[in-house]
Nanobody, 121 residues
Framework: QVQLVESGGGLVQAGESLRLSCAAS????????MGWYRQAPGKQRELVAA???????NYADSVKGRFTISRDNAKNTVYLQMDSLKPEDTAAYYC???????????????WGQGTPVTISS
């Protein structure tokens, strides 16, 4: 019914930047909160950044001042601009969204398939 497709991951050196995108498609009435999570090998998945439909944001302490989350409601897309990347940012990054679908209105918690981000030192 609804898909989230991430793009923009890759391999970069420490100090460089990457921009992740996540586009939602399907029978979408609207999207409430959207966010980015990450999971490094052997670690639990953690919240990186989140943004409400109105644009309120929150960030993990480890990325404050380096990462910026934004969204385009018209395109059902959320972005994560990652600057000053560090080796400890290496992880699979997952997009998440609370999606209101139609024709029967209900809310789904949807995850993307993940995109790998690798930062070399």
């Amino acid at each position: 019914q609804v898909q989230l497709v991430e793009s923009g991951g890759g391999l970069v050196q420490a100090g460089e930047s990457l921009r992740l995108s996540c586009a939602a498609s399907g029978n979408i009435e609207s999207i409430n909160g959207m966010g980015w999570y990450r999971q490094a090998p052997g670690k639990q998945r953690e919240l990186v950044a989140a943004i409400s439909r109105g644009g309120n944001t929150n960030y993990a302490d480890s990325v404050k001042g380096r990462f910026t989350i934004s969204r385009d409601n018209a395109k059902n897309t959320v972005y994560l601009q990652m600057d000053s990347l560090k080796p400890e940012d290496t992880a699979a990054y997952y997009c998440n969204a609370e999606v209101v679908i139609f024709p029967i209105i209900r809310t789904l918690d949807v995850w993307g398939q993940g995109t790998p981000v690798t930062i070399s030192s």
